[in-house]
């Protein structure tokens, strides 16, 4: 069974440009969440698709959004970068039909902004 | 007030002895409790669900969840150089499902 796949895993981008991102869930999971990690902040939850609709938002400004298709399949774009928004992203797959269902990560995209 | 809040490191233990890590939790409600362990510059990786009140044991990894005390915890026996990684506390709101971290607990395991 396939993992998580994110990509690009590297990505460097300058101040005002926009970035998207890409994560296939696990095959038969309709949960997609996305993280922001830096080492100050830690884990920061962006949002979560579940079936093509936004599920929950975390704290983060409009320039942060995302969208899911119908294969599950989710992308997070990021618009007017900042140098802030330097970190590693992650995405969670679960199965999302219930709560208590284990979420695993992909790899990872980790940006950087200069 | 954090919704995920885990003792503070760094956590550095001798080999083959016990590592125990805590993470404590605002939601009331919530019913879903994991651990995961990340190793520097990888991505998280799940070692552990728990669910019910009382201990979890899955190899040298023993979880305990204590629902009225809002309190979680992660023993890790004979402590290996391998088990050398942050370990991050995540919680499952209660009402949405919302995965919460805890800013994690990085623990070094000295041969």
């Known amino acids: 069974k396939a993992g998580v796949t994110q990509t690009p895993r590297y990505l460097i981008k300058t101040r005002g440009q926009q970035v998207t991102l890409s994560c296939s869930p696990i095959s038969g999971h309709r949960s997609v969440s996305w993280y922001q990690q830096t080492p100050g902040q830690g884990l920061q939850f962006l949002f979560e698709y579940f079936s093509e609709t936004q599920r929950n938002k975390g704290n983060f400004p409009g320039r942060f959004s995302g969208r899911q298709f119908s294969n599950s399949r989710s992308e997070m774009n990021v618009s007017t970068l900042e140098l802030g928004d330097s970190a590693l992203y992650l995405c969670?797959?679960?199965?999302?039909?219930?709560?208590?269902?284990?979420?695993?990560f992909g790899q990872g995209t980790r940006l950087t902004v200069v | 007030q954090k919704e995920v809040e885990q003792n503070s490191g760094p956590l550095s233990v001798p080999e083959g002895a016990i590592a125990s890590l805590n993470c404590t939790y605002s939601?009331?409600?919530?019913?879903?409790f994991f651990w995961y362990r990340q190793y520097s510059g990888k991505s998280p990786e799940l070692i552990m669900s728990i669910y019910s009140n009382g201990d979890k044991e899955d190899g040298r990894f023993t979880a305990q969840l204590n629902k009225a005390s809002q309190y979680v915890s992660l023993l890790i026996r004979d402590s290996q150089p391998s088990d050398s990684a942050t370990y991050l506390c995540?919680?499952?709101?209660?009402?949405?499902?919302?995965?919460?971290f805890g800013a994690g607990t990085t623990v070094t395991v000295r041969a």
């Open positions: 969670a797959s679960r199965d999302g039909l219930a709560g208590n269902t284990e979420a695993f």
């Open positions: 995540a919680v499952n709101g209660a009402n949405d499902y919302k995965l919460s």
């Open positions: 939601d009331r409600g919530s019913q879903s």
